[in-house]
């Protein structure tokens, strides 16, 4: 495919409701898209970066300016080397550097050019995962987050339609002095939900005894109770607390997965694809927690329909490479005010793989002029 240039898009969309997070509380998503053009086909790719920057994950603005200062001249510059032939998706996310930012711009242009090469070939992105038979619709996870004045009623209220909705398990964010009360009233309402409680490392070392207490409500695993840098930390705390610990913001690269594995750090990993540099990476990164016989479920950073598309269908292809946990892939209509893109409906819990060609639906040009799209373009100006 010779390509005629790339755009960047981006709007900015409430959330239905503001998420709560032991980090911060997201009141507005950011959502940047990336465009590649050729004369035959185009593909759209999502960046995953909240508004806010974390700890571990660059903000959209990071990503942003990243883009426009470098990334777009990385796939001009490396296009020109192959004659004016875009990489092919799977040589995309080399072409950046290991730095989170990089890592968020490598799995954002490898979707848009995998959702080209897709549809010139007309075949689904599942479709080239050789997501299989059995695997053509998944269950529903979902998260909850911290409500605002650590209001109770509010939280039942949203755990309670999102149990309405299917959600075949549940992540409800924690924080000192947010856990115990919070998980009791829901274990109380739902005694037989998949509950687990992400602190987003708001814990220390001398919390251990407190967080320990919530094995009596039978929550599935505590989701990064630690800063995410110390995986020795991590590993320590998870043999005091007597609760299995997920990591999820500590998983940074495939090495770094390994390298948790190794330190006997999680007895469960989240897995996201954006922050590990793209589907190439998380399959590998899944390959060895497979090995190591740790289960794995696909994270979401509250995508638009597109990055939550390429995120279902890989989750399809991992639980058939290896079954593991119900992954983050609710409908964006239930935490986005409007999604451009769309997403398929979620019946009964269950939602099905997309199986049209490309990665997932586009944004709708008329909602994002409805939301005050802002658009830049980059000519291919090396031929």
């Known amino acids: 495919m010779k390509l005629t240039g790339i755009e960047l898009v981006r709007v900015n969309v409430p959330f239905r409701v503001d998420i709560g997070t032991a980090a911060g509380v997201h009141r507005t998503r950011v959502l940047l898209f990336v465009r ?14 909240l508004g806010e ?20 001249q990385r796939l001009l510059s490396a296009t020109a080397a192959r004659g004016g032939q875009l990489p092919m998706e799977t040589e995309v996310a080399p072409l950046f550097g290991s730095s989170p930012v990089d890592r968020m711009m490598g799995a954002l242009f490898e979707m848009a050019v ?10 689904s992105l599942a479709s080239a995962l050789e997501v299989g038979a059995g695997f053509e619709t998944l269950p529903v996870g979902a998260a909850v987050g911290i409500p605002p004045g650590h209001d109770l009623g509010i939280l039942r209220q949203q755990v309670h339609e999102a149990v309405a909705e299917g959600a075949a398990r549940l992540r409800v964010k924690i924080e000192p002095g947010w856990d115990a009360e919070p998980v009791a009233a829901i274990r109380a309402d ?15 070392m001398e919390d251990a005894e407190r967080v320990g207490a919530l094995a009596a409500f039978d929550v599935l695993c505590i989701e990064q109770p630690l800063p995410p840098a110390d995986l020795v930390a991590q590993a320590e705390f998870a043999r005091r607390i ?7 913001e500590s998983l940074t690269s495939p090495r770094r997965v390994r390298d948790a594995l190794r330190n006997e750090a999680c007895r469960v990993a989240c897995l996201k694809p954006a922050r590990l540099g793209g589907m190439r990476a ?9 090995a190591a016989g ?27 490479d290896r079954a593991g946990l119900v992954s983050d892939v ?23 793989v997309p199986d049209q060609p490309g990665v997932g639906r586009w944004p709708a040009e008329d909602v994002l002029d409805g939301l005050d799209a802002r658009r830049r373009w980059f000519p291919a100006t090396y031929t």
């Open 36 to 49: 590649v053009v050729t004369p035959d086909s185009e593909g759209w790719g999502e960046c995953a970066a």
């Open 53 to 72: 920057r974390t700890s571990v994950d660059p903000s959209a603005d990071e990503v942003e300016a990243a883009v426009q200062a470098r990334g777009v």
């Open 114 to 123: 995998a959702d080209a090469e897709l549809r010139l070939a007309g075949r």
């Open 190 to 204: 739902h005694p037989d939900l998949v509950l687990q409680v992400d602190a987003n490392g708001s814990y220390r």
């Open 242 to 248: 007597g609760v299995p610990v997920c990591l999820d």
């Open 282 to 290: 998380t399959r590998l990164a899944h390959a060895a927690c497979a």
């Open 294 to 320: 740790v289960p794995v479920f696909v994270g979401g950073f509250f995508e638009a329909g597109l990055g939550r598309a390429a995120n279902l269908a890989l989750a399809a292809r991992l639980a058939q």
């Open 330 to 352: 609710s409908a964006p209509s239930s935490y986005l005010a409007a999604d451009p893109c769309g997403y398929p409906e979620v019946q009964g819990g269950w939602v099905q």
